[in-house]
């Protein structure tokens, strides 16, 4: 049984009733707010386990929740959104978001999606290979930190994910729809130029040169791998 903390940001007041009454009943505690700056205070305030954010909202939009929240926390967001257009999902994941979901949505696969993220924020399964190490690039699975060159870098949960799962087979391509899959199994309803957008943040994290990268490699028209030739 969970009791994890869901907050929901949404001015629509029927949309936080029915994932409240749903995720209730899945043993969630579920706090509201009708906007992101009320969001912003209670998610300070409570330090919720995960974040479901909607980008159109009075006071402060989801765009801007993301922009200061992710200042100051790495805590899961997923977007909710009514909006069809492939860029707002995009902008959103490039501020910070782990992933999104387009109303209408079912409220089964909203919580699919949230025990999802939140298995990769946890680092719920501790595997022998806590410590993966490629070049001056340390990944900690026990930790869930990620080092280069002895310094500390901040990593969402996606982010994280994605670059473990290269660095513990580097040299291996792998396709977007692989590296989609480890972020949402089979229940993931996002394009795969998510990963793009996910990789594109990485770069710029972990990269000297992100526009040459030295880690992370394209291999266009399939994907991308983490370079074999950097492994000590």
Do not use: C, W
């Amino acid at each position: 049984m969970s009791s994890k903390t869901v907050l929901v940001i949404d001015d629509q007041t029927h949309v936080r009733m029915l994932i409240r009454e749903y995720l209730t009943q899945e043993s969630f505690r579920v706090l509201e707010a009708d906007n992101g700056k009320n969001g912003l205070i209670l998610a300070r305030q409570e330090k919720p386990s995960i974040i479901l954010l909607d980008i159109m909202m009075p006071e402060m939009g989801g765009f801007e929740f993301i922009k200061v929240f992710r200042k100051e926390s790495k805590t899961p967001i997923i977007l909710l959104t009514a909006k069809q257009e492939e860029t707002d999902k995009v902008l959103g994941l490039e501020l910070g978001a782990d992933d999104y979901i387009t109303k209408p949505f079912s409220v089964r696969e909203l919580a699919a999606r949230i025990h999802a993220v939140m298995r990769r924020a946890e680092n719920e399964t501790v595997t022998p290979s806590d410590i993966l190490k490629a070049a001056d690039v340390v990944v900690n699975r026990r930790t869930y930190t990620v080092s280069i060159a002895g310094n500390s870098i901040t990593v969402t949960p996606s982010e994280f994910e994605l670059l473990a799962a290269m660095i513990a087979s580097p040299g291996r391509v792998f396709t977007r729809a692989q590296l989609l899959d480890r972020l949402q199994g089979t229940d993931g309803e996002s394009i795969e130029r998510t990963i793009d957008v996910h990789i594109r943040n990485l770069r710029a994290k972990i990269e000297p040169e992100p526009s040459s990268p030295r880690y992370i490699e394209t291999v266009f028209g399939v994907g991308y791998r983490f370079r074999a030739d950097d492994t000590p």
